[in-house]
T-cell receptor
Framework: AQTVTQSQPEMSVQEAETVTLSCTYDTSESDYYLFWYKQPPSRQMILVIR??????QNATENRFSVNFQKAAKSFSLKISDSQLGDAAMYFC??????????????FGTGTRLTIIP | NAGVTQTPKFQVLKTGQSMTLQCAQDMNHNSMYWYRQDPGMGLRLIYY???????DKGEVPNGYNVSRLNKREFSLRLESAAPSQTSVYFC???????????FGAGTRLSVL
């Protein structure tokens, strides 16, 4: 079974600075997807970024980028130019690429990010 | 665009009562999912439906039943609620099993 570990329960960063959230995972599969979801106080789960394991290039979405290290099974999220609206719980998630019967997302326990004005 | 709509947003039940959580999506997605979120934990899959007419158990199915009523709707039923089912419940959908899952706003359920 796959597991996802987020070792930082809480992080804080000054507004406009850069912060990196850590995520490691364990799997025996070679093809899979990794995600970062953001959950603000509204409770809505919002997709931040997705990485496909067979792509070596790190995914980026505006101020959000990942450092995907497949051999190390590490998938960190970097947020540049942090904004007050970035304050939220961030979840790392894994999904197999095997298809039917393996659709579930396996989530880490989350990192609560606080932005300091 | 509505996306994934869950009702109700909040519910309080007494132990032993039953209720159904409703979920509907307007994106013509094939796959739908029910997760629960407990404090200090990530979301865990309860049941999923890969396509209309099919349902399968996830990681924590005990105490729940589901119905894929049609392509749009996927309901979660608690037949006899227990305090251990106090949680936030999320419905999600995706075009296929290989695509991104989009989430509803969640239902906060308390069982007293």
């Amino acid at each position: 079974a796959q597991t996802v570990t987020q070792s930082q329960p809480e992080m804080s960063v000054q507004e406009a600075e850069t912060v990196t959230l850590s995520c490691t995972y364990d799997t025996s599969e070679s093809d899979y997807y990794l995600f970062w979801y953001k959950q603000p106080p509204s409770r809505q789960m919002i997709l931040v970024i997705r990485q496909e394991a067979y792509k070596q290039q790190n995914a980026t979405e505006n101020r959000f980028s990942v450092n995907f290290q497949k051999a190390a099974k590490s998938f960190s999220l970097k947020i540049s130019d942090s904004q007050l609206g970035d304050a939220a719980m961030y979840f790392c998630a894994y999904r197999s690429a095997l298809g039917f019967g393996n659709e579930k997302l396996t989530f880490g326990t989350g990192t609560r990010l606080t932005i300091i004005p | 665009n509505a996306g994934v709509t869950q009702t109700p947003k909040f519910q309080v039940l007494k132990t032993g009562q039953s209720m159904t959580l409703q979920c509907a999506q307007d994106m013509n997605h094939n796959s739908m999912y029910w997760y629960r979120q407990d404090p200090g934990m990530g979301l865990r899959l309860i049941y999923y439906s890969a396509s209309e007419g099919t349902t399968d158990k996830g990681e924590v199915p005990n105490g729940y039943n589901v119905s894929r009523l049609n392509k749009r709707e996927f309901s979660l039923r608690l037949e006899s609620a227990a305090p251990s089912q106090t949680s936030v419940y999320f419905c999600a959908s995706s075009e296929t099993a290989k695509n991104i899952q989009y989430f509803g706003a969640g239902t906060r359920l308390s069982v007293l």
